[in-house]
């Protein structure tokens, strides 16, 4: 059987909605601190989200009401990574990012990190936090719905939430991941895959080097943000040292559930626009192969091409390298029925 052709891949700037999108995404809002809640899930497990706000007001006669995004974040992280999106996206829609369960402030069970949970534990949220309770949008006589927004394994357990939601769901952004088997593209098993994570101990040594490693990352992107971000990951020792915040169980769980994830069976069953965002490629195209034949599949399937933006060779954190691309792909599907997101371009002033 021959391998699907891989799918051209563009930058944001060359698909005309995305490049309207990418003209509505505002400066941060940098005054912005979000409430942290805490919801109880169907397994009984509380799972906490950060809930930055309502739109603001000023800009709802102009743009009108847009759907809610829920930000789901990666392996080992927590829901503050996603702060430089939010921080862009929340004066025009209502932005929540969670915690998965196993991370942050959410519970770590010792089960239920498949597929059926943690696709209950985004419905929760939703839920939750009040994003499918939009009275707004009620009022114009549209259902709410939510769009996902998912970063690697968080792009994994977006399309098991989209799933769950059913016509709840507005849309999926899939940032660099939720596309691929992960044991196809990267060669390794589970405890190979794990051993990736480990720190070295030189890393591990205080909070200091833990945070001058995070800052070598991309100095230019580091700021006050990023450093919350990065101490929100580890928890530091009577003895000065740091050791990761997500339980060991739990990232053991958490990864055994990316392997098991079929990224063709669950995107074609997700009738929802996707974006995908492409940050990296491995030197063999493993990654833009497995696009191209999620691709095939959807097509089959009578869903939609998956919108794929190549963002070039970024490193996998584009929430925190490109969060302007990313901002405005949620805004893209964010927008009632597809609408060009020129529309909200300069609707808000930039003084509070």
């Not at 707004?136 to 769009?147: D, L, Y």
């Not at 909070?207 to 700021?223: E, H, Q, V």
């Amino acid at each position: 059987m021959e391998s699907p052709e891989r799918p051209t891949v563009r930058s944001a700037a060359s698909d005309e909605r995305l490049e309207a999108a990418l003209d509505a995404v505002l400066d941060p809002d940098m005054t912005a601190v979000p409430e942290g809640f805490v919801v109880l899930a169907d397994t009984g497990s509380r799972i906490h989200f950060l809930d930055w706000g309502a739109p603001d007001a000023r800009a709802r006669p102009v743009v009108g009401p847009l759907h809610g995004a829920l930000l789901v974040h990666g392996i080992g992280q927590t829901a503050w990574t996603w702060t430089p999106v939010a921080r862009r996206t929340r004066r025009l829609t209502h932005v929540v990012a969670m915690d998965l369960r196993g991370h942050g402030l959410s519970d770590s069970p010792v089960d239920g990190y498949e597929a059926g949970p943690l696709g209950a534990d985004v419905v929760a949220v939703a839920e939750g936090s009040g994003l499918l309770s939009g009275m707004a949008v009620a009022s114009e006589g549209r259902s709410p719905a939510v769009v996902l927004a998912g970063h690697g394994f968080g792009a994994i357990v977006a399309v098991w939430g989209a799933a769950a939601l059913g016509d709840r769901c507005a849309g999926l952004v899939l940032v660099d991941g939720g596309w691929e088997r992960v044991e196809e593209v990267s060669g390794l098993d589970i405890a190979e895959f794990l051993r990736t994570m480990d720190e070295p101990p030189e890393i591990l040594a205080s909070m200091a080097a833990y945070l001058a490693d995070r800052r070598a990352f991309d100095p230019a992107t580091w700021d006050q943000d990023q450093e919350r971000a990065a101490r929100a990951t580890v928890v530091e020792t009577a003895a000065g040292k740091v050791v990761p915040a997500t339980r060991p169980h739990a990232l053991v769980a958490s990864v055994e559930a990316m392997f098991d994830y079929d990224p063709a069976a669950a995107l074609a069953a997700i009738d929802v626009p996707v974006v995908a965002l492409v940050a990296r490629d491995d030197t063999g195209g493993r990654r833009g192969t497995a696009l191209a034949s999620v691709q095939e599949v959807r097509r089959a399937a009578g869903r939609s091409a998956i919108e794929v933006v190549d963002l070039g060779g970024l490193g996998h954190n584009l929430p925190r390298y490109r969060p302007v691309d990313v901002s405005a792909a949620v805004l893209r599907l964010a927008a009632w029925g597809g609408g060009d997101p020129r529309a909200l371009r300069g609707t808000i002033a930039d003084e509070p």
